[in-house]
């Protein structure tokens, strides 16, 4: 027989809501009860136990009605048949947003243990949260979950724990939960290490005892003189946690007793002018030990910190730390929103993320305290933690970080840059997607190389990264160079031919005499000034025949082929795209090499009629091997399932579909234009033949523009 399961309302931790707020949490806790019916924990309790316990903590925090509504439903969509809209319609959309961050945290898992891959992890966590709440919920669940540890297996103890110290126990210091940030790292270290913490636990309590009356002598002395100088404060004993004993040991390589002989005082009092009053009357009582005395009053730390502290010489010469602060310091210190940000950060840099977050998480503290409008505290906690940036997986379980609107292409120039040069496809998180697509913080991205593929100039239009940029500009134009030289050697080859000679018969004192003439610094520039248009083929073949043979005659001219894999030297006009079987036509511009159209292409006759220098004889090589674009207006009937149809018909047709645009003719038909790949006039017919055949289309054409 189970434990009964415990009351919402027994608990009096929920006293500071609204009665209308609490009683909506009774509907929650209701729900969720229902929702976990049967189940329980590992320790046999009733599974509600750890909601409510989740619940109890935010409460502790004094967090908002949606935030605690959360906490208690924040696993019923992992572990019951509820789904979110269940939740959305029931609860409303902000508590099913909150409980749908938390889930989605829940499913990624923390693998390497680099440090620098942890704090990849923490920034993920906190890039994908957006809502602070939804951190704050995780804390706390995660809070439950190590102090009933005890009941889970030990591998996956050893495991949560891990995690917890690498990556929960950091976020919580960052946002100044300070209690929390102590309570989690006690607990991970007493189950990472269970035996090192028995010793050290016993230890410290020994010592403590051992120096009972050393501490006690002490805090007498101090509250003493304080009452003398009739100053009003609270003193306290200062605890060493077992932890940070322990990594002071390692990391100083310091004994037990050397850490532990340090004793520490707090003295809080009511405002900034008798912290000062208080400081002075310690300094009467116990010699301070110089150097050591930081006013972080006068000059809080960049956290916003605020203390005065000292190290003063105590009884039997043992130094003791003290620090002195207000009321409203030591809140701010022990459980602030904002208090820790960064504080003890191992970087120390404040980048302008960090410092516009650190202003806002204080913004939220001051509304918080102030307990005033609800609505206001909800606008300021919708504030992206890292609005900027986005964290990846590689397949290796390595993070990234990226700016925000990186897509795939990035992701590969990240990764290597030859991966980037290389790179054709991409999957996100198992499924393939375009190049162009967006990350989002936790995706995982795998890019697909070919060793021929090479970068495409389209790329540049949404890459986002300095990197992927300036290697596909360089890669760009490289190889526009080369397949410059390589297009103006066959341009010029033809003219040479037109005029009865051929590039074999020009001497390498001609090349010379006419590179030099033509203000060009070598062979390679002249061919590709010609390629690129900026040299006209004709004038250049006259000249070095000129040197070669003075008294050549000119002849009938033969035409350019054509490969289509000429890369950017050669482009075919988007205007008619020509495939191979069109009769085509090629005009050099200044600056754009050869473009090639269909010769009835409506969009050049005036300029052929007009400037017929520009306009050259090209035709289709017949080895082409590649696929080519062509444009297809498909007019067919308004029925459901049509597209599908049709895009499946030019499947089958063996064509890969580019482009799909569609246009509402009437209310009876619709128009779509199709841009697709082909090998080739015959391969493009069968494609049509194909389309003519479904009953649905109405009217086929081959597209123009
Ligand atoms: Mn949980």
């Not at 890369?567 to 090629?586: E, K, N, S, W």
């Amino acid at each position: 027989m189970a434990a009964a399961a415990p009351q919402l309302s027994e608990s009096e931790r929920f006293g500071y809501l609204k009665p209308k707020d609490v009683a909506r949490l009774e509907e929650a806790y209701r729900f969720s009860e229902a929702a976990h019916a049967g189940q329980t924990r590992q320790s046999g309790e009733p599974y509600i136990s750890h909601p409510l316990a989740v619940a109890e903590i935010l409460a502790g925090w004094h967090l908002d009605g949606q935030t605690l509504m959360a906490a208690l439903l924040h696993d019923v969509t992992e572990d019951t048949a509820v789904t979110k809209d269940e939740i959305s319609d029931t609860f409303g959309k902000p508590v099913a947003d909150l409980v749908d961050g938390v889930s989605k945290l829940d499913k990624i898992e923390f693998q390497s243990a680099e440090q620098v891959q942890a704090e990849n992890f923490r920034k993920m966590l906190l890039a994908m949260a957006r809502d602070v709440r939804v951190i704050l919920i995780k804390l706390a669940d995660r809070l439950h979950n190590m102090r009933t540890l005890g009941a889970v297996a030990p591998a996956k103890r050893r495991r949560i724990a891990r995690e917890t110290m690498e990556i929960y126990a950091p976020i919580a210091n960052r946002l100044g939960l300070n209690t929390l940030y102590h309570e989690l790292q006690e607990l991970s270290f007493s189950h990472l290490f269970p035996m090192r913490y028995r010793v050290l636990a016993k230890a410290t309590k020994a010592a403590r005892g051992n120096r009972r009356e050393m501490i006690g002598k002490t805090l007498d002395a101090v509250k003493k003189k304080l009452a003398d100088s009739r100053i009003d404060a609270v003193v306290q004993g200062r605890e060493k946690h077992v932890y940070s004993t322990y990594r002071k040991m390692i990391e100083k390589h310091l004994t037990f007793s050397e850490v532990h002989d340090i004793f520490g005082i707090r003295v809080i009092v009511k405002d900034v002018p008798t912290c000062y009053l208080a400081m002075g009357a310690l300094h009467g009582l116990f010699k301070p030990i110089p150097g050591k005395f930081k006013d972080y009053i006068a000059i809080p730390k960049g956290n916003s910190y605020q203390s005065i502290h000292t190290d003063l010489i105590g009884p039997y010469g043992v130094p003791v730390e003290v620090q002195v602060r207000t009321e409203q310091m030591h809140r701010l210190a022990e459980s602030g929103v904002a208090s820790h940000w960064l504080y003890k950060d191992e970087t120390d840099q404040l980048s302008d993320l960090q410092k516009q977050t650190h202003r806002w998480l204080q913004s939220l503290l001051e509304i918080q305290n102030q307990s005033g409008d609800p609505r206001e505290f909800l606008e300021h906690v919708k504030v992206d933690l890292f609005p900027d940036e986005v964290y990846v997986f590689t397949p290796k379980g390595r993070i990234l970080s990226l700016p925000r609107g990186a897509t795939t292409v990035d992701f590969a120039y990240a990764v290597h840059t030859d991966i980037g040069n290389r790179c054709v496809a991409a999957k996100v998180n198992g499924e393939l997607v375009p190049l162009r697509q967006e990350l989002r913080s936790g995706d995982r991205v795998e890019v697909i190389t070919a060793s021929h593929a090479k970068p495409n100039p389209g790329w540049l239009q949404y890459v986002r990264t300095g990197k992927a940029r300036s290697n596909i500009r360089h890669f760009l134009k490289t190889m526009q160079y080369e397949e410059s030289a390589n297009l103006g050697e066959r341009l010029l080859d033809q003219a040479l031919r037109a005029l009865k000679g051929s590039l074999a018969d020009v001497d390498d004192a001609s090349w010379e005499r006419v590179v030099r003439d033509g203000g060009a610094r070598s062979k390679d520039e002249l061919l590709a000034d010609i390629g690129l248009g900026k040299r006209l083929p004709a004038v250049v073949a006259r000249r070095l025949l000129k040197h070669t043979d003075p008294h050549r005659e000119e002849a009938l001219g033969t035409s350019v082929t054509i490969r289509g894999t000429e890369g950017m030297a050669v482009q075919l006009a988007t205007c008619c795209r020509p495939i191979p079987g069109d009769a085509i036509v090629g005009s050099i511009k200044k600056g754009q090499g050869l473009v090639v159209h269909q010769s009835d292409c409506p969009a050049i006759i005036r300029s052929r009629k007009n400037e017929p220098d520009q306009w050259i004889d090209v035709e289709w090589d017949p080895r082409t091997t590649r696929l080519f674009q062509a444009a297809i207006q498909v007019m067919v009937e308004n029925q459901r399932g049509v597209l599908a149809r049709v895009a499946s018909q030019i499947a089958e047709a063996g064509s890969n579909i580019d482009s799909i645009a569609t246009a509402e003719d009437r209310a009876l038909f619709t128009s779509m234009h199709f841009v697709i790949e082909v090998a080739n006039r015959q391969h493009l017919a069968r494609v049509m033949r194909a389309l003519r055949r479904l009953p649905d289309v109405k009217k086929l054409a081959r597209a123009r523009e």
